[in-house]
């Protein structure tokens, strides 16, 4: 009798289980991808970070920060449309914000095919005022610096730093001030989600290994903490901007060793 009443047990389980698992399915939340929001500086001359490597759908915004001159920057495809070499994948929407001139003032883009995108500002190009981004991992053939003005060679990435831990950290500074650009925009639960995404993938990443060899990981975790709970309870913009300047702090140390 014991037997059959184990065995009952079991069946129920299984039953209510599949019926759990059906009923479950088409009430989930959808697994939906949240898009990315880099946010990329353009000061007086450089593009902070100079490089990116993003995948397709990630959303790359650059913000004037500095005009010191008042002759403004733009963020200019590398396109014959631009009166330049095409440097970005056959195919890709070329852009240009045209000038900027007020702080503050952003530009958008939605990386959607793989491949190396090269851009510039048209001012300051022989200055060496230029980026480049990755989408999708590293491109073949790889494209090289050539045909760019000299001063730009020297400063723009190459594939091999992008795809390596250098370009790691120039994400890891994009998207905090990719959260500090959401927070500004009264996108604070889009906010919040990105700093947890990045969170939740920190403890494996070569960023992490970084901060760890110059002893400054628990550092950058408690920064990000901080930053998590001003984001919470809905701090001031100077305070997260603050806490943001914290942590990029010890990200920016890394890019200069
Ligand atoms: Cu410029």
Same mark, same amino acid.
């Given at each position: 009798?014991?037997?059959?009443?184990?065995?009952?047990?079991?069946?129920?389980?299984?039953?209510?289980?599949?019926?759990?698992?059906?009923?479950?399915?088409? &009430?989930?939340?959808?697994?939906?991808?949240?898009?990315?929001?880099?946010?990329?500086?353009?000061?007086?001359?450089?593009?902070?970070?100079?490089?990116?490597?993003?995948?397709?759908?990630? !959303?790359?915004?650059?913000?004037?920060?500095?005009?010191?001159?008042?002759?403004?920057? &733009?963020?200019?495809?590398?396109?014959?449309?631009?009166? !330049?070499?095409?440097?970005?994948?056959?195919?890709?929407?070329?852009?240009?914000?045209?000038?900027?001139?007020?702080?503050?003032?952003?530009?958008?883009?939605?990386?959607?095919?793989?491949?190396?995108?090269?851009?510039?500002?048209?001012?300051?190009?022989?200055?060496?005022?230029?980026?480049?981004?990755?989408?999708?991992?590293?491109?073949?053939?790889?494209? &090289?610096?050539?045909?760019?003005?000299?001063?730009?060679?020297?400063?723009?990435?190459?594939?091999?730093?992008?795809?390596?831990?250098?370009?790691?950290?120039?994400?890891?500074?994009?998207?905090?001030?990719?959260?500090?650009?959401?927070?500004?925009?009264?996108? &604070?639960?889009?906010?919040?989600?990105?700093? !947890?995404?990045?969170?939740?993938?920190?403890?494996?990443?070569?960023?992490?290994?970084?901060?760890?060899?110059?002893?400054?990981?628990?550092?950058?975790?408690?920064?990000?903490?901080?930053?998590?709970?001003?984001?919470?309870?809905?701090?001031?913009?100077?305070?997260?901007?603050?806490?943001?300047?914290?942590?990029?702090?010890?990200?920016?140390?890394?890019?200069?060793?």
């Amino acid at each position: 009798m014991e037997r059959w009443l184990a065995l009952l047990a079991a069946l129920v389980a299984v039953i209510v289980g599949m019926l759990l698992f059906w009923l479950g399915g088409p &009430t989930r939340p959808n697994m939906e991808i949240t898009q990315r929001v880099f946010v990329v500086e353009v000061r007086d001359h450089y593009f902070d970070p100079p490089g990116l490597s993003v995948l397709p759908n990630d !959303r790359v915004v650059w913000v004037l920060k500095e005009n010191a001159q008042g002759d403004g920057h &733009t963020v200019t495809a590398y396109h014959p449309s631009q009166d !330049r070499p095409l440097r970005i994948p056959a195919g890709a929407r070329p852009w240009n914000s045209g000038l900027m001139t007020q702080i503050g003032q952003s530009y958008s883009y939605v990386f959607a095919l793989p491949g190396v995108y090269d851009y510039f500002c048209t001012l300051h190009e022989q200055q060496g005022m230029v980026g480049r981004i990755i989408v999708g991992g590293a491109a073949n053939p790889s494209p &090289t610096e050539q045909g760019l003005p000299a001063a730009a060679q020297s400063s723009i990435p190459t594939i091999e730093e992008l795809s390596g831990v250098v370009g790691e950290v120039f994400n890891a500074i994009a998207l905090l001030q990719g959260i500090e650009y959401l927070a500004g925009q009264s996108q &604070t639960a889009l906010a919040l989600r990105q700093l !947890r995404d990045f969170q939740g993938v920190f403890a494996q990443s070569a960023v992490a290994a970084a901060l760890a060899k110059q002893g400054v990981r628990e550092q950058f975790e408690s920064r990000l903490s901080v930053l998590e709970a001003l984001l919470s309870r809905g701090a001031p913009r100077a305070a997260l901007e603050q806490a943001v300047a914290h942590a990029k702090a010890l990200l920016d140390a890394l890019t200069k060793l």
